[in-house]
C-alpha cells in the first residue's frame, strides 16, 4: 500500500480524511448530473438588531468574516478540507495519538491554519457567486410600462411590463394627473405599504 494512503487511512489524519472524501464524492455526482452544484448552498442574509447585538449576530459576522455564505458552501469546503488533510498528512503522520487528549492539540492547530488558508483562498471570489433575483424593486424603478386598464388616479390603474419572460402586471398610481389606457408611464416611485408603483406619464411624439 503507498505510504501515502496508509497515512490517511490512519490517525490522526483520518478524520480530515473521510472530510474531503465526502467532497470528492459531492463533486463527482456534481460532475455526473446527479447533484445540481447549489444543492447545499445557503445564503447569510441577515441584519443585526436595532436594539442591541447578541451572541448569534457576532457569529453570523463570523462566517462572513471567512467568505462562509460568500462563496459556493462546498468549494469553500473543499479548500478547508484539502487544507486540513494535507497539514495532518504532512506534519502528524510521526505523531502517535492514545487519547482524545494526544488529537485536541493537532486538530484545534489544523483547524486554525486551515480557516485561515481557505479565507486566503476564497478571497478572491468574492462576490462572482451572488446571485440577485430578478425584477427586484430597485432595478424596476426608472423602467417604463404600458397602463392596460381604463384610466391611471391616485386610486386606481394596472400597468404591464415587458420582461425578458412573462411580462409584468404592476399596480399603478398617479398623483397628479390621470393617465389613459394604452399610455406610456415611467416607474417613478413605490409604497412599500401599499405595494403600488407610482409612475408618470411619458411624453410620446410623433
Not at 424603478?141 to 391611471?152: D, I, M, N, P, R
Request: proline content about 4%; hydrophobic content about 45%.
Amino acid at each position: 500500500m503507498p505510504e501515502i494512503i496508509k497515512v490517511s487511512l490512519e490517525w490522526p489524519t483520518l478524520p480530515a480524511t473521510v472530510l474531503l472524501a465526502v467532497c470528492l464524492l459531492y463533486w463527482i455526482c456534481v460532475i455526473l448530473g446527479f447533484m445540481e452544484l447549489d444543492f447545499l448552498d445557503f445564503d447569510l442574509d441577515f441584519e443585526i438588531g436595532t436594539e442591541g447585538t447578541s451572541f448569534l449576530d457576532f457569529g453570523f459576522i463570523g462566517l462572513r468574516f471567512l467568505n462562509i455564505g460568500e462563496v459556493p458552501v462546498m468549494l469553500w469546503l473543499s479548500i478547508f478540507s484539502l487544507s486540513m488533510w494535507m497539514l495532518s498528512v504532512n506534519f502528524d503522520s510521526k505523531v502517535e495519538i492514545n487519547t482524545w487528549l494526544d488529537y485536541l492539540p493537532l486538530l484545534l492547530r489544523n483547524l486554525g491554519i486551515s480557516l485561515v488558508v481557505t479565507k486566503l483562498v476564497t478571497q478572491p471570489f468574492k462576490g462572482y457567486f451572488q446571485f440577485t433575483p430578478p425584477n427586484q424593486i430597485e432595478t424596476l424603478l426608472g423602467k417604463s410600462c404600458v397602463v392596460t386598464s381604463t384610466a391611471v388616479t391616485d386610486r386606481f390603474g394596472q400597468g404591464e411590463l415587458e420582461t425578458e419572460g412573462a411580462p409584468l402586471k404592476l399596480h399603478i398610481r398617479a398623483e397628479d394627473e390621470t393617465i389613459q389606457k394604452g399610455d406610456l408611464v415611467r416607474l417613478a416611485d413605490y409604497n412599500s405599504e401599499k405595494q403600488v408603483f407610482y409612475v408618470v406619464k411619458i411624453s410620446q411624439e410623433s
